[in-house]
């Protein structure tokens, strides 16, 4: 999986920056934009992204890196619907196209969710200084744009758990506290990891000039356990829901698709 996210990763990015610096008439949004990413990743991985989009930004080949985010993100997307079938306990099913294109749908929408949460983080207090005339750098308008980009990750994650796996007749309560937990800890791992790789740890003693590298991709493999421990909370929890014989609620492997169409 964290071989699949940073190959699509910066694709991604380059494509967004390109959207953003085009929707925006701020000649500085790339620089601004990545102030936030910054925020998220580590310091070494944050200059190594700035690297890369300093090189390719201008390139003007951002529908090409698009597409290849979206084939490469879509890869990550089919190996957490195989990943999320085994803690479901289900075998898939479905035609290997519909698989397919299920994983470039979510990536996709998973996109979307997450390019507009950064603009929320990002553009948010602009966006509401023009719509309701108030301040931009009113304190409420500050604090208001982390819970709302914090809404669409829950989105973006609740769209992944529920059409991901090959299970039908899902219902919201079952995969809302996985959700939650991934998206919550997704943010505070990212905040903790950053802390320890800036006064903790020098991965390049380790791993000389792939340090940077290394750090990206362990922060890629940090995400996709979280995902992935949010799908066995939601599981875990209906399966005991099911032996307390609470109603609607499935053990493991009973919510097949396969089983369904039997």
Same mark, same amino acid.
């Given at each position: ?20 610096? #085009? ?7 790339? #620089? ?27 390139? @003007? ?75 931009? #750098? ?69 791993? @000389?000039?792939?340090? #940077? ?50």
């Amino acid at each position: 999986l964290a071989f699949w996210f940073l190959l699509g990763f910066f694709p991604m990015l380059l494509s967004v920056v390109s959207m953003v610096s #085009t929707l925006s008439s701020a000649s500085d949004s790339q #620089t601004i934009l990545m102030k936030y990413v910054g925020e998220v990743l580590p310091s070494a991985a944050s200059n190594l992204v700035q690297q890369v989009l300093a090189q390719t930004a201008s390139s @003007g080949r951002a529908w090409f890196a698009l597409l290849f985010a979206l084939w490469s993100s879509s890869s990550a997307t089919a190996g957490l619907t195989d990943t999320l079938n085994e803690i479901y306990g289900v075998k898939e099913s479905r035609p290997w196209w519909q698989c397919r294109l299920i994983a470039v749908g979510l990536a996709l929408a998973m996109g979307v969710l997450l390019t507009a949460a950064l603009m929320i983080v990002v553009y948010g207090p602009a966006i509401l200084h023009h719509v309701l005339n108030v301040p931009s #750098t009113l304190f409420v308008l500050k604090i208001a744009q982390w819970p709302a980009a914090a809404f669409l990750l829950i989105l973006a994650l609740l769209g992944l758990y529920r059409f991901a796996p090959n299970i039908r007749q899902q219902r919201l309560k079952w995969l809302l506290p996985g959700n939650v937990f991934a998206a919550v800890v997704w943010m505070v791992a990212s905040i903790l990891f950053k802390v320890y790789i800036r006064h903790f740890s020098n991965f390049g003693l380790l791993y @000389g000039s792939l340090g #940077t590298l290394i750090i990206l991709m362990f922060w890629f493999y940090l995400s996709g356990i979280v995902i992935l421990a949010g799908g066995e909370i939601n599981a875990i929890l209906e399966d005991a829901a099911a032996q307390r014989e609470i109603p609607r609620a499935k053990r493991r492997g009973q919510r097949s698709l396969a089983k369904l169409l039997e």
